[in-house]
């Protein structure tokens, strides 16, 4: 604001001016993580390759809905199963009843067709 013996600021300048360099964009990309739904399930099944997982550890990890993801990839073909067990959330409460999931199968990507012969 500006008043008439022009003490102030001037609402067209920042307060804190910043100075960039042609480089800033790049880095601020590289840090950024994809988190498409694709992502997302990609991570959940690398993560449970390893181990079982629970629902707050994915969602710590940032997946935002676990148990859709692992519903996207049962529906792939991937067995998953999931009981309940009491976990401890990323704010230090306890829950009674939450998912783990655990991967006991993965679909069969072998070509039942390439011995055949072409007759």
């Not at 399930?41 to 390893?50: A, G, T």
């Not at 991967?103 to 011995?115: I, K, M, Q, Y």
């Amino acid at each position: 604001m500006t008043t008439t013996n022009n003490k102030g600021r001037d609402s067209g300048k920042s307060a804190t001016p910043r100075k960039t360099t042609k480089n800033d964009s790049k880095q601020k990309r590289s840090r950024l993580q994809d988190m498409s739904l694709a992502a997302q399930r990609l991570f959940v099944l690398n993560s449970l390759r390893k181990s079982g997982k629970h629902t707050y550890w994915l969602r710590a990890k940032g997946c935002s809905h676990p148990a859709a993801r692992v519903m996207e990839l049962i529906s792939l073909g991937y067995q998953i199963i999931s009981y309940r067990v009491t976990a401890v959330d990323s704010d230090g409460y306890m829950h009674r009843g939450v998912a783990m999931y655990e991967l006991v199968g993965e679909p069969d990507t072998r070509d039942l067709f390439s011995n055949l012969e072409v007759a």
